[in-house]
């Protein structure tokens, strides 16, 4: 009896990671993730450690959880991975306010952001 297992949500050459809750904007984390996009994951690993960015370390975490992934759930090679994806996406919005002149109320937002990393293996052309 027993229920059949969860199909996989990406292809058999792939593994994925997905980081919620990162306290930036969406836009501020896609100039980092453009910076990962299409590239090996050594170079890319390189690259978010050397960053100026603040979300750089978080983004690094997560595609670093992503390569874990491949090499334990699903037998990829590390040495041939590279980031196939990287794509965020809006989450909570925290509401806070501050008062201002003649009785009103200045607006302030604080937008919070996840990540969805994918890594693929390719076979090294030779």
């Not at 809006?90 to 201002?100: D, E, H, Q, V, Y």
Request: some cysteine; charged content about 35%.
């Amino acid at each position: 009896m027993g229920k059949d297992k969860n199909p996989r949500r990406v292809a058999d050459n792939e593994a994925m990671a997905k980081l919620r809750m990162l306290r930036t904007s969406p836009q501020k984390l896609n100039l980092v993730a453009g910076l990962i996009r299409g590239k090996k994951v050594e170079q890319a690993l390189t690259d978010l450690t050397f960053s100026k960015k603040r979300i750089a370390a978080d983004v690094k975490k997560c595609l670093q959880s992503a390569i874990a992934n491949a090499e334990n759930n699903h037998n990829l090679d590390v040495d041939e991975l590279v980031v196939a994806e990287a794509y965020c996406g809006k989450n909570l919005i925290m509401k806070r306010g501050r008062p201002r002149a003649r009785g009103r109320f200045g607006k302030i937002i604080k937008p919070f952001s996840e990540i969805t990393i994918k890594v693929r293996q390719v076979e090294e052309q030779s």
